[in-house]
């Protein structure tokens, strides 16, 4: 069944381009309703090297079984095994009513299962896999929901922190089913790594 969101929210997805080692996946998002609506697809994260919180692409990567790859710009499930104190959502991108938000996404090849609440693993503590499609996964958040707020964060101009009582809760991911070039690989993780 359709959420009121892809009633009111178009995605779509194509890939682009595909070398040895990368993978271009571009999307878009036009969004059709009467209110605001913000896409959560960049995430803060901690920079060592700049020692301090900084935007980042790097997308919520995990085998889903039957030769799928699940790719989710947004919030990304917590890890299972440790606690975490406090919760990296996706910074939002607003989009007006009757406006479009285009982006495009490089996967490097071959795909491997990450998190930002993950560090990667040594090559051996994968196990590879083949995969034949991928989904792409985007997370927005109305803003005529109760209880919506959106502040603008410092980490980037067109960048808000967006929320409200029940963000994971009220937040919405569309998807787009892509099939990949023969051939293509994940490896998969060996630890104690959730997948949705």
């Not at 070398?19 to 920079?47: G, Q, R």
């Not at 790097?58 to 440790?82: E, F, H, N, Q, W």
Request: charged share 25%; proline share 8%.
């Amino acid at each position: 069944m359709e959420t009121v969101a892809a009633q009111q929210v178009s995605f779509d997805a194509k890939i682009a381009q595909a070398t040895e080692d990368v993978l271009t996946v571009e999307y878009s998002l036009v969004n059709h309703a009467a209110a605001d609506i913000y896409v959560m697809d960049t995430l803060p994260a901690w920079d060592p090297d700049a020692k301090k919180v900084v935007p980042v692409d790097r997308p919520y990567i995990c085998y889903r079984g039957g030769g799928v790859a699940y790719v989710l710009k947004g919030t990304p499930p917590l890890p299972v095994d440790r606690v975490v104190t406090q919760r990296a959502f996706g910074l939002g991108t607003k989009v007006a009513p009757g406006q479009k938000l285009a982006r495009k996404l490089q996967l490097r090849l071959p795909l491997r299962e990450q998190s930002i609440y993950h560090t990667p693993l040594k090559d051996e503590d994968y196990a590879v896999v083949d995969v034949a499609k991928l989904v792409l996964a985007v997370q927005i958040l109305r803003a005529n929901l109760p209880d919506f707020k959106a502040e603008p964060s410092p980490l980037g101009a067109e960048l808000f922190r967006v929320g409200t009582k029940a963000t994971m809760k009220d937040s919405e991911v569309l998807s787009h089913e892509l099939y990949l070039p023969p051939r293509t690989k994940l490896w998969k993780r060996n630890d104690k790594f959730p997948r949705m």
